[in-house]
């Protein structure tokens, strides 16, 4: 994508609008039993936001770049697992029947939402349809949650459908919903789904 930036002459035709995001992603913490081994807690958790969003390209164009800043906020994490875990084949087995599971086992999690500023830059493929109508879309977006009050920025890309509807000549909604990939240290998977309206401007 970044590559064809490259190569494409001025854009003198674009859009601006605003954009609400929601979606769920990977989160992990560890939990240990008495000899100090290590357990991974893993779920999936919603996230939500709200943010700008910027066209650039001519409506008519088969692929138009998008960019997009936003301030998200994670939920908070979720012990839930834990218990399941500590049952499951593999972990450490409790040899006095006097001692629940769960108390030979300690962690600590994150038990407040986490609030991030996020942008991204990608590319929007029209798959079908008219630009002054209904649109069936391909985005594909690269980004970084950039801004952190804990000091855990990443990474991420989106991939995904989208439809897009030209209510005039400068009105348009769209609504995605894609793949989500993280990357902090290791790789997290989740799901997004975003809803906006944008003011053409060409």
């Known amino acids: 994508m970044f590559l064809l930036t490259l190569f494409a002459s001025n854009a003198e035709a674009g859009g601006i609008g605003i954009i609400g995001t929601a979606g769920t992603h990977q989160d992990r913490f560890y939990a240990y039993d008495l000899d100090d081994n290590p357990y991974r807690i893993s779920a999936q958790r919603p996230d939500y936001g709200v943010g700008l969003q910027a066209v650039l390209g001519d409506r008519d164009d088969f692929w138009v770049g998008t960019a997009r800043v936003w301030m998200q906020q994670d939920a908070p994490q979720s012990d839930a697992g834990v218990q399941a875990k500590a049952t499951e084949e593999g972990w450490k087995k409790v040899t006095d029947a006097d001692v629940p599971v769960e108390n030979t086992l300690t962690y600590a999690f994150r038990d407040t939402p986490r609030n991030i500023g996020a942008a991204s830059a990608g590319v929007q493929w029209r798959l079908w349809g ?29 991939i995904g459908p989208g439809v897009h509807y030209t209510l005039n000549d400068r009105i348009q909604v769209n609504a995605e919903v894609a793949y989500e990939m993280r990357y902090r240290k290791s790789f997290y998977h989740g799901s997004t789904f975003n809803l906006g309206v944008r003011y053409l401007i060409d």
């Open 130 to 158: 008219e630009p002054l109508g209904f649109q069936l879309s391909l985005i594909t977006n690269v980004g970084a949650g950039f801004l952190t009050t804990d000091s855990t920025e990443y990474l991420f890309t989106q």
